[in-house]
C-alpha cells in the first residue's frame, strides 16, 4: 500500500471540512436511539421468555428459602419444558413441595399441621419473593402487560391454589379426626 499522497490527504480533510461533526447533543441523541433500539430488542426477547423468567425467580426464592433447612439449589431448574402457565405452576408447586418430607423429617415430634404449613410458609415465601423479583423485572423492560402479565398473574394463582390443594391434602379430615 502507498501512502496518501498530499493532494489526497487535502481532498480527504475538505471533506470532512463539509461534513460537520455532530454536536455532543446530536451524538448523545443517536446513542439514546441505539439504546432504545437495543432495549427493545431485549424486551421483546424477555417477553416472549416471560414465564420462564418467572419460572427461574420463583426457583430462585424458593431456593434461597429451602436452603438453611435442605440446602443451596434444593430445587431443579426445569427451564426447558413447557413454559405455559399450567405447565409452569405445576412445576413449582411439584418441585417446592416435593421437599416436604424432608422438611418434616427435620422436626419430628413436632405437631404435623404446625410442620406442614410452616412448610407451606416457607415454600409460599420463597415463591412470592422470586414471583415479585420476576415481575419487577418485567415491568422494568415494558413487557409486564397484555398476555405476558396476564400469563404470570395466571401462574400466580395457580401456585397458589396448588400450596392450598398440598395443605387440604394432607389435613385430617372430619372423619378421620373422629
Known amino acids: 500500500m502507498s501512502p496518501i499522497s498530499a493532494p489526497q490527504a487535502s481532498g480527504m480533510q475538505q471533506y470532512a471540512r ?4 455532530p454536536t455532543r447533543a ?11 433500539q437495543s432495549s427493545m430488542e431485549v ?3 424477555s417477553g416472549d421468555e416471560s414465564l420462564a423468567l418467572l419460572l427461574r425467580s420463583a426457583i ?10 435442605l440446602g443451596p439449589d434444593a430445587l431443579q431448574n426445569a427451564m426447558t419444558q413447557d413454559n405455559s402457565a399450567e405447565a409452569t405452576a405445576e ?5 417446592s413441595t416435593g421437599f416436604f418430607e424432608a422438611y418434616a423429617s427435620g422436626r419430628p415430634g413436632e405437631d404435623a399441621e404446625t410442620v406442614l404449613r410452616d412448610f407451606i410458609d416457607v415454600i409460599r415465601g420463597g415463591f412470592e419473593q422470586g ?5 419487577d423485572i418485567l415491568s422494568g423492560l415494558g413487557v409486564f402487560n397484555g398476555q405476558v402479565e396476564a400469563d404470570v398473574m395466571k401462574t400466580r ?11 387440604l391434602d394432607r389435613l385430617p379430615t372430619a372423619d378421620q379426626q373422629a
Open 18 to 21: 463539509a461534513q460537520p461533526l
Open 91 to 95: 412445576r413449582i408447586v411439584s418441585m
Open 131 to 135: 414471583f415479585n423479583e420476576a415481575r
Open 157 to 167: 394463582e395457580l401456585v397458589l391454589q396448588g400450596y392450598d390443594r398440598f395443605i
Open 26 to 36: 446530536e451524538a448523545r441523541e443517536q446513542l439514546n436511539v441505539q439504546i432504545l
Open 43 to 45: 424486551s421483546i426477547r
Open 60 to 69: 430462585e426464592g424458593i431456593n434461597a428459602a429451602l436452603a438453611p433447612t
